[in-house]
């Protein structure tokens, strides 16, 4: 990444703003997964000191395609686990920035560590934000700047995935599945289909969380995570055509047979965690 030459351009930049510590770039780019027309996602960890915003504005415009439509948030206007960012296209490329502050992103994953994971209603986030998801960020992203080794310190805490997290989000998660399917069960009779698909997403995004568990794998954004976890070694088979027909059923009005095609899945997902690491 280091010879892309966006990044090149972009991370001393960025690096110059007061406040920023560190600048990584995250998202598929840095996992290794992005196509030549993916975003660009670049994380700006600021120290508790002032995080100059305007001066973030003031330079994003010097060099976005468009100054006027470069858009750059205040802290927290995105919330508390969000925080803020910029939307912007520089060199004809989408370029998201984030923010994180290092204080908090340190406390929330040594809590993690200890298996102390908050579930958070979060817009954007339809299963909500999952505390682990500041500990996917740091252990897959790569440090562009990171001139005091703050990032590779807290790649530390998240890798290797540890053994207790690992622990209470399969039992935090799992035991939701099959409650959610109960829940859509309840409401099929009445025919409320939008309820019956609120609570079939609910377990299909908990089948996700403890399959990535179960792999020892963060789980970072609900968007691909069933295909995700279709590949992971320890994982259902047919899972995406699983989940396919599931819909499909929902959209026909076949309730009953949708929950019949979850129950199966939960049936699966319970073998394979009793199984554990030694599941073939």
């Given at each position: 990444?280091?010879?892309?030459?966006?990044?090149?351009?972009?991370?001393?930049?960025?690096?110059?703003?007061?406040?920023?510590?560190?600048?990584?770039?995250?998202?598929?780019?840095?996992?290794?997964?992005?196509?030549?027309?993916?975003?660009?996602?670049?994380?700006?960890?600021r120290s508790a000191a002032r995080f100059d915003t305007d001066r973030l504005l003031t330079?994003?415009?010097?060099?976005?395609?468009?100054?006027?439509?470069?858009?750059?948030?205040?802290?927290?206007?995105?919330?508390?686990?969000?925080?803020?960012?910029?939307?912007?296209?520089?060199?004809?490329?989408?370029?998201?920035?984030?923010?994180?502050?290092?204080?908090?992103?340190?406390?929330?994953?040594?809590?993690?560590?200890?298996?102390?994971?908050?579930?958070?209603?979060?817009?954007?986030?339809?299963?909500?934000?999952?505390?682990?998801?500041?500990?996917?960020?740091?252990?897959?992203?790569?440090?562009?700047?990171?001139?005091?080794?703050?990032?590779?310190?807290?790649?530390?805490?998240?890798?290797?995935?540890?053994?207790?997290?690992?622990?209470?989000?399969?039992?935090?998660?799992?035991?939701?599945?099959?409650?959610?399917?109960?829940?859509?069960?309840?409401?099929?009779?009445?025919?409320?289909?939008?309820?019956?698909?609120?609570?079939?997403?609910?377990?299909?995004?908990?089948?996700?969380?403890?399959?990535?568990?179960?792999?020892?794998?963060?789980?970072?954004?609900?968007?691909?995570?069933?295909?995700?976890?279709?590949?992971?070694?320890?994982?259902?088979?047919?899972?995406?055509?699983?989940?396919?027909?599931?819909?499909?059923?929902?959209?026909?009005?076949?309730?009953?047979?949708?929950?019949?095609?979850?129950?199966?899945?939960?049936?699966?997902?319970?073998?394979?965690?009793?199984?554990?690491?030694?599941?073939?």
């Open positions: 990444m280091s010879h892309d030459p966006l990044l090149t351009r972009l991370t001393p930049v960025l690096a110059a703003v007061p406040g920023v510590q560190a600048v990584v770039l995250g998202g598929s780019r840095a996992r290794g997964t992005a196509h030549s027309s993916s975003d660009y996602d670049i994380g700006l960890y330079v994003v415009k010097s060099i976005a395609d468009d100054p006027d439509a470069a858009i750059v948030t205040r802290i927290n206007e995105w919330g508390s686990w969000i925080v803020g960012g910029a939307w912007l296209s520089i060199e004809g490329r989408k370029v998201d920035l984030l923010y994180r502050n290092v204080d908090d992103v340190e406390r929330v994953m040594s809590a993690c560590r200890d298996g102390q994971v908050l579930m958070t209603y979060q817009p954007g986030h339809p299963h909500g934000f999952c505390s682990t998801i500041w500990m996917g960020e740091i252990a897959y992203c790569q440090p562009l700047h990171d001139p005091n080794g703050m990032i590779a310190r807290l790649k530390s805490i998240a890798l290797p995935y540890p053994e207790t997290l690992r622990i209470v989000l399969i039992r935090r998660f799992q035991w939701e599945v099959l409650f959610s399917i109960e829940n859509a069960e309840l409401a099929a009779p009445r025919n409320e289909r939008t309820h019956v698909a609120g609570c079939l997403y609910r377990s299909l995004a908990c089948v996700a969380q403890v399959l990535f568990a179960l792999n020892e794998r963060y789980l970072i954004n609900e968007k691909g995570a069933l295909q995700e976890a279709a590949g992971l070694p320890l994982t259902i088979p047919d899972l995406v055509e699983q989940s396919d027909e599931v819909w499909r059923l929902i959209g026909a009005g076949g309730f009953a047979q949708a929950c019949a095609i979850m129950r199966q899945l939960d049936r699966q997902l319970k073998a394979l965690t009793q199984g554990g690491k030694t599941q073939p």
